[in-house]
């Protein structure tokens, strides 16, 4: 069993289709404290999103469901949460982002989290 890793959800959703929904529900499964920023304000499984970048303590991975365009109002952000790693889930690879990121010794992880959690690998 792997340590618990809080994780920030950026992208978070409430529809039941998208990845980062199902990586919300995932995460909990496997007993990982979940926080989450959205494009609105709603509540996933007691999990609320948050629409605001609100600075989360502790904060051990960051995974992403946004496309690149998206993510440069992040930047900042994440570095400034220090987590120790980000996923880059499939659709956010972003080259730019990742130099930051090794610049400020944060972790690059460019996977599904929900593949790294169904194996036991996150």
Do not use: W
């Not at 991975?61 to 365009?69: E, I, Q």
């Not at 980000?86 to 930051?100: D, H, I, K, R, S």
């Amino acid at each position: 069993m792997s340590a618990i890793k809080k994780t920030l959800v950026i992208g978070a959703s409430t529809i039941p289709d998208r990845y980062a929904y199902k990586a919300v529900k995932m995460l909990q499964q496997h007993n990982h404290p979940v926080v989450a920023i959205g494009k609105k304000e709603d509540t996933l499984d007691g999990v609320k999103i948050e629409k605001e970048q609100i600075f989360f303590d502790d904060v051990d991975t960051v995974t992403l469901y946004l496309n690149p365009m998206h993510q440069k109002q992040y930047y900042d952000y994440i570095i400034q949460l220090s987590p120790k790693r980000v996923v880059f889930n499939p659709g956010t690879e972003n080259p730019e982002f990742y130099a930051l990121l090794k610049e400020n010794s944060i972790e690059v992880d460019i996977a599904c989290t929900l593949v790294l959690l169904t194996t036991n690998q996150y």
